[in-house]
Protein backbone atom coordinates (compact mmCIF):
# COMPACT_ATOMS: atom_id res chain seq x y z
CA UNK A 1 0.00 0.00 0.00
CA UNK A 2 3.05 2.13 0.34
CA UNK A 3 6.43 2.35 -0.35
CA UNK A 4 6.96 2.32 3.52
CA UNK A 5 5.70 -0.85 3.55
CA UNK A 6 7.43 -2.28 0.55
CA UNK A 7 10.99 -1.06 2.67
CA UNK A 8 9.43 -3.21 5.59
CA UNK A 9 9.19 -6.35 3.52
CA UNK A 10 12.58 -6.09 2.49
CA UNK A 11 13.97 -5.31 5.59
CA UNK A 12 11.41 -8.61 6.48
CA UNK A 13 12.64 -10.91 3.46
CA UNK A 14 16.22 -12.20 5.16
CA UNK A 15 18.32 -15.18 3.62
CA UNK A 16 17.02 -19.00 4.84
CA UNK A 17 18.42 -21.43 6.86
CA UNK A 18 20.55 -21.47 10.27
CA UNK A 19 19.84 -17.47 11.11
CA UNK A 20 20.93 -15.59 14.70
CA UNK A 21 17.10 -14.13 14.42
CA UNK A 22 13.81 -14.39 12.78
CA UNK A 23 12.41 -11.01 12.23
CA UNK A 24 9.68 -11.54 14.58
CA UNK A 25 7.72 -14.19 13.28
CA UNK A 26 8.62 -17.78 14.71
CA UNK A 27 7.53 -20.88 16.03
CA UNK A 28 9.33 -22.28 19.06
CA UNK A 29 9.70 -25.12 20.87
CA UNK A 30 7.33 -24.67 24.06
CA UNK A 31 10.51 -26.13 26.59
CA UNK A 32 13.23 -24.34 24.74
CA UNK A 33 10.97 -20.69 25.33
CA UNK A 34 10.24 -21.57 28.57
CA UNK A 35 13.48 -22.81 30.05
CA UNK A 36 15.28 -19.20 28.90
CA UNK A 37 12.63 -17.24 30.64
CA UNK A 38 10.40 -16.53 27.06
CA UNK A 39 10.52 -12.58 25.98
CA UNK A 40 11.69 -9.99 27.91
CA UNK A 41 8.87 -7.64 28.68
CA UNK A 42 10.78 -4.83 29.81
CA UNK A 43 12.39 -4.28 26.01
CA UNK A 44 10.59 -1.75 23.61
CA UNK A 45 11.79 -3.55 20.50
CA UNK A 46 14.35 -5.98 19.44
CA UNK A 47 12.64 -8.75 21.96
CA UNK A 48 13.11 -11.31 19.58
CA UNK A 49 16.68 -11.17 18.16
CA UNK A 50 17.21 -10.41 22.12
CA UNK A 51 15.30 -14.02 23.27
CA UNK A 52 16.78 -16.27 19.99
CA UNK A 53 19.91 -14.94 21.39
CA UNK A 54 19.04 -16.97 24.88
CA UNK A 55 18.41 -20.05 22.80
CA UNK A 56 21.12 -20.24 20.81
CA UNK A 57 22.81 -19.73 24.29
CA UNK A 58 21.47 -22.58 25.61
CA UNK A 59 22.83 -24.94 22.81
CA UNK A 60 19.59 -24.77 20.40
CA UNK A 61 19.66 -23.50 16.74
CA UNK A 62 17.56 -21.05 15.00
CA UNK A 63 16.60 -21.96 11.58
CA UNK A 64 14.93 -20.09 8.77
CA UNK A 65 12.21 -21.97 6.39
CA UNK A 66 11.61 -21.63 3.01
CA UNK A 67 8.07 -20.68 3.65
CA UNK A 68 5.37 -18.10 3.90
CA UNK A 69 4.18 -18.59 8.04
CA UNK A 70 2.05 -15.29 8.42
CA UNK A 71 1.05 -11.83 6.42
CA UNK A 72 2.03 -8.85 8.86
CA UNK A 73 0.38 -4.91 7.34
CA UNK A 74 2.79 -2.88 9.06
CA UNK A 75 0.37 -0.29 7.71
CA UNK A 76 2.76 2.47 7.67
CA UNK A 77 0.85 5.24 4.79
CA UNK A 78 3.22 8.29 5.83
CA UNK A 79 6.38 9.35 6.14
CA UNK A 80 5.88 10.43 9.93
CA UNK A 81 4.83 7.14 10.96
CA UNK A 82 8.27 5.60 9.55
CA UNK A 83 10.27 7.99 10.92
CA UNK A 84 8.10 7.04 14.57
CA UNK A 85 9.12 3.36 13.93
CA UNK A 86 13.02 4.39 12.78
CA UNK A 87 12.94 6.47 16.35
CA UNK A 88 11.63 3.68 18.05
CA UNK A 89 14.06 1.24 16.06
CA UNK A 90 16.92 3.56 17.67
CA UNK A 91 15.82 3.61 21.14
CA UNK A 92 15.32 -0.53 21.22
CA UNK A 93 18.56 -1.30 19.27
CA UNK A 94 20.96 0.95 21.83
CA UNK A 95 19.01 -0.77 24.62
CA UNK A 96 19.81 -4.20 23.71
CA UNK A 97 23.20 -3.07 22.93
CA UNK A 98 23.79 -1.63 26.15
CA UNK A 99 22.46 -4.46 28.17
CA UNK A 100 24.24 -6.98 26.93
CA UNK A 101 27.50 -5.19 26.61
CA UNK A 102 30.55 -6.96 28.14
CA UNK A 103 28.46 -10.15 28.82
CA UNK A 104 29.15 -11.57 25.42
CA UNK A 105 31.41 -10.58 22.05
CA UNK A 106 30.37 -7.88 20.40
CA UNK A 107 30.05 -9.65 16.91
CA UNK A 108 27.37 -11.71 18.95
CA UNK A 109 25.34 -8.77 19.90
CA UNK A 110 22.61 -7.80 18.29
CA UNK A 111 22.23 -4.83 16.66
CA UNK A 112 25.75 -3.90 17.63
CA UNK A 113 26.64 -3.09 14.13
CA UNK A 114 23.46 -1.09 13.35
CA UNK A 115 24.48 1.22 16.57
CA UNK A 116 28.02 1.59 15.37
CA UNK A 117 26.90 1.99 11.93
CA UNK A 118 24.19 5.20 13.16
CA UNK A 119 26.96 7.18 14.16
CA UNK A 120 29.36 6.37 11.51
CA UNK A 121 26.51 7.88 9.22
CA UNK A 122 25.49 10.63 11.18
CA UNK A 123 27.82 12.75 13.53
CA UNK A 124 30.92 11.45 11.83
CA UNK A 125 29.45 11.63 8.30
CA UNK A 126 28.92 15.30 9.00
CA UNK A 127 32.33 15.94 10.94
CA UNK A 128 33.89 13.91 7.89
CA UNK A 129 32.22 16.16 5.73
CA UNK A 130 32.98 19.89 7.44
CA UNK A 131 36.29 18.58 7.63
CA UNK A 132 36.88 17.80 4.04
CA UNK A 133 35.50 21.41 3.48
CA UNK A 134 38.17 23.13 5.90
CA UNK A 135 41.11 21.38 4.07
CA UNK A 136 40.17 22.14 0.95
CA UNK A 137 39.72 25.60 1.85
CA UNK A 138 42.55 26.16 3.89
CA UNK A 139 44.82 24.74 0.81
CA UNK A 140 42.86 27.48 -1.20
CA UNK A 141 41.55 25.30 -3.77
CA UNK A 142 39.21 26.86 -6.30
CA UNK A 143 35.63 26.73 -4.29
CA UNK A 144 37.48 24.60 -2.00
CA UNK A 145 33.92 24.23 0.40
CA UNK A 146 31.71 23.13 -1.90
CA UNK A 147 34.36 20.83 -3.10
CA UNK A 148 34.24 19.12 0.52
CA UNK A 149 30.31 19.72 0.96
CA UNK A 150 29.99 17.97 -2.36
CA UNK A 151 32.91 15.28 -1.62
CA UNK A 152 30.75 14.06 1.17
CA UNK A 153 27.71 14.07 -0.66
CA UNK A 154 29.04 11.98 -3.48
CA UNK A 155 30.08 9.74 -0.50
CA UNK A 156 26.61 9.63 0.89
CA UNK A 157 24.63 8.73 -2.47
CA UNK A 158 27.22 6.14 -3.34
CA UNK A 159 26.74 4.36 0.29
CA UNK A 160 22.60 4.86 -0.39
CA UNK A 161 23.08 2.99 -3.42
CA UNK A 162 25.45 0.60 -2.26
CA UNK A 163 23.31 -0.65 0.14
CA UNK A 164 20.45 -0.63 -2.75
CA UNK A 165 22.40 -3.05 -4.64
CA UNK A 166 22.60 -5.35 -2.02
CA UNK A 167 18.83 -5.86 -2.04
CA UNK A 168 18.33 -5.76 -5.38
CA UNK A 169 17.11 -8.91 -5.88
CA UNK A 170 15.12 -8.87 -2.50
CA UNK A 171 13.34 -6.02 -3.47
CA UNK A 172 12.83 -7.36 -7.02
CA UNK A 173 13.67 -4.08 -8.43
CA UNK A 174 16.40 -1.85 -8.68
CA UNK A 175 13.98 1.36 -7.86
CA UNK A 176 12.57 -0.41 -4.83
CA UNK A 177 16.33 -1.40 -3.58
CA UNK A 178 17.48 2.48 -4.45
CA UNK A 179 14.47 3.70 -2.08
CA UNK A 180 15.45 0.99 0.30
CA UNK A 181 19.03 2.44 -0.18
CA UNK A 182 18.00 5.75 0.81
CA UNK A 183 15.53 5.77 3.09
CA UNK A 184 18.30 3.95 4.96
CA UNK A 185 20.51 6.06 5.72
CA UNK A 186 17.38 8.98 5.92
CA UNK A 187 16.57 6.74 8.65
CA UNK A 188 19.91 6.82 10.37
CA UNK A 189 19.21 9.93 11.75
CA UNK A 190 15.74 9.34 13.33
CA UNK A 191 17.27 6.19 14.77
CA UNK A 192 20.14 8.18 16.30
CA UNK A 193 17.76 11.16 17.80
CA UNK A 194 15.75 7.69 19.37
CA UNK A 195 19.19 6.99 20.95
CA UNK A 196 19.86 10.17 22.63
CA UNK A 197 16.38 9.70 23.76
CA UNK A 198 17.00 6.31 25.56
CA UNK A 199 20.35 7.52 27.19
CA UNK A 200 18.63 10.40 28.23
CA UNK A 201 16.28 7.98 29.81
CA UNK A 202 18.72 5.82 31.32
CA UNK A 203 20.23 9.12 32.91
CA UNK A 204 16.99 9.87 34.80
CA UNK A 205 16.63 6.25 36.03
Known sequence: NSIY????????NTPKGEVKALGGIGLFCVDDFLTVGGFNSTL???????LCLRIRQNGKKIMRIDEEMAKHDADILTFQQWWKRMLRSGYGSLDVVTRLSGKIPKKEIPYYHMVHSIHVWTISWVIGTLLLAFIY?????????????????????????????GVRL????FQTALFYGFFTLIGKWAQFI??????SDSYIK
Open 137 to 165: SILNIRFGVVIGLLSGIAVWIIQAVRIGW
Open 44 to 50: IAGEEPE
Open 5 to 12: NRLCAIEW
Open 170 to 173: RAQN
Open 194 to 199: GQQKYK
